[in-house]
Each structure stands twice: as C-alpha cells, then as structure tokens.
C-alpha cells in the first residue's frame, strides 16, 4: 500500500486534506504524527487501531464502533461526520480507487444538493428556482 497515500486517509476514514488542521497546524495526517497532533492527546481510535494491527477501522470485528460515532461539537471538524461512508467506500472500492474519486465526492458532501426530494444523487447543480412553486 502507498504509504504516502495511506497517510492522507487516517484509519477512521478522514480525508485528512479536508482537515482544518492541515491548513491550522500544516498537519501531515494522524499516521505521520503517530496519531498526536501538536500537544493534542493522542488519538484514541489511532490507538485503538495501531494496537489490534489493522490499517483502517473497517479491518476491525468491532466496526462500526463508537470511536467513530459523530458529535454535534465536532462541526467545526467538518471531516469527522462522513467518517464511515469513507470508511465503508475504502472498504469496497480499496483506497487507490476511493483516493481517485474522494475529492468529487468530498466535494458533493460540503457543496452538493438534492435537486428533488427522495434518493435522488447529490449534485453540484443549482436547483430550478421554480421547482418549489405551486403547480397551477
């Protein structure tokens, strides 16, 4: 596995570019720092990870466990909520593929809407303006 890669996917499945804390700290990424930030604790799900062997949360029997669950005081680290979808396309498409396509889709989770209601995909489109207006 590309270890310059993998270092940009944290092992609880951040984009670590997406990371205020690449920009605040010019933080290379949990794995490079051995999961301590600066004079932040050292991570607990990074620990977690590093002591059963496994390279990403989802290699774990435990998966999903709460390590990863989001929290509302968290927002303003935007990466933490899409978590385990990072996880899970890691999972199914392997990180190569998923480092292709996961800027796009970051890109769709911060930007993106739904143009109709329903399971419709996100899109970078902007809405009919009409769409919402009664039909007469």
Same mark, same amino acid.
């Given at each position: 596995m590309n270890e310059e890669l993998k270092n940009w996917h944290a092992p609880c499945g951040i984009y670590c570019k997406r990371c205020p804390g690449v920009q605040a700290y010019n933080c290379k990424g949990c794995r490079t720092h051995k999961g301590q930030i600066l004079d932040f604790p050292v991570c607990k799900t990074f620990q977690c990870i590093t002591e059963k062997g496994h390279e990403f949360c989802f290699e774990c029997n435990d998966f999903p466990c709460e390590k990863l669950q989001t929290i509302v005081?968290? &927002?303003?680290f935007a990466p933490h909520n899409s978590k385990i979808y990072n996880l899970l396309m890691i999972q199914k498409l392997g990180l190569s593929k998923w480092n292709e396509?996961? &800027?796009?889709?970051?890109d769709l989770y911060y930007k993106g809407k739904k143009v109709k209601y329903g399971g419709d995909p996100l899109t970078l489109e902007e809405k009919d303006p009409n769409f919402y207006k009664k039909k007469e």
């Open positions: 005081n968290f &927002e303003i396509i996961c &800027e796009g889709k970051s």
